[in-house]
C-alpha cells in the first residue's frame, strides 16, 4: 500500500474522523508523518480541552507503521507499551511530528540480525499551535526477523 493512500484511509476511519485526528503528511518512504487533532465542539472534555485518550489516540498507531513499513515484509513489528506524560491542557489545534531516522533502522537490523526481538522506545511530543508541549508520548515497538528470514 501506498503511504497517501493510507493516509487517505486514516483520515476516513471513523474514529480518527470523528475525533477530529488529521493525517496532514506522510511521506512516500514512510519515513515522516504528520498528524493533528482539530478542537470541535463534539471532542471537547468537561473543561473544555482534549480528551487526554484522543492525544493518545493521535499517535497511537504511527510509529508501529512506520518503522514496519521501513524494514520491509521480513520484520514482524508490533506495539509492546506506551506511555503519555499529559504537561499542559490542549487547547485549539495540537499536532506530532514522526521522523524514522537512518541511523536507527540500521540499529534495528544490526540487533535483530541474528533472529533475537528487539524493543526500543520511540518518543513524540504533542505541540500546540503555540509550540508548546502538551503531552509525551512514548511507545515501545518490538521488531524481530520473520522465522523465514532467521
Not at 118 to 132: H, K, N
Request: charged content about 25%.
Amino acid at each position: 500500500m501506498k503511504a497517501s493512500t493510507l493516509r487517505l484511509i486514516f483520515n476516513l476511519w471513523p474514529p480518527f474522523l470523528s475525533s477530529g485526528i488529521h493525517v496532514t503528511h506522510m511521506t512516500p518512504d514512510w519515513r515522516q508523518a504528520r498528524v493533528e487533532l482539530r478542537m470541535r465542539p463534539w471532542n471537547r472534555n468537561y473543561v473544555g480541552t482534549h480528551f487526554g485518550g484522543s492525544l493518545f489516540a493521535m499517535t497511537d498507531p504511527f510509529w508501529m507503521i512506520l518503522v514496519k513499513e521501513c524494514l520491509g515484509n521480513d520484520y514482524i513489528v508490533w506495539d509492546k507499551a506506551a506511555e503519555i506524560e499529559f504537561v499542559k491542557p490542549g487547547k485549539g489545534t495540537v499536532h506530532a511530528a514522526f521522523k524514522v531516522e537512518d541511523s536507527v533502522l540500521e540499529e534495528i537490523r544490526v540487533a535483530t540480525a541474528d533472529g533475537e526481538k528487539y524493543l526500543r522506545w520511540f518518543p513524540v511530543e504533542v505541540i500546540d499551535a503555540q509550540g508548546d508541549v502538551v503531552a509525551h508520548v512514548r511507545k515501545q515497538i518490538y521488531v524481530r526477523l520473520k522465522p523465514a528470514r532467521r
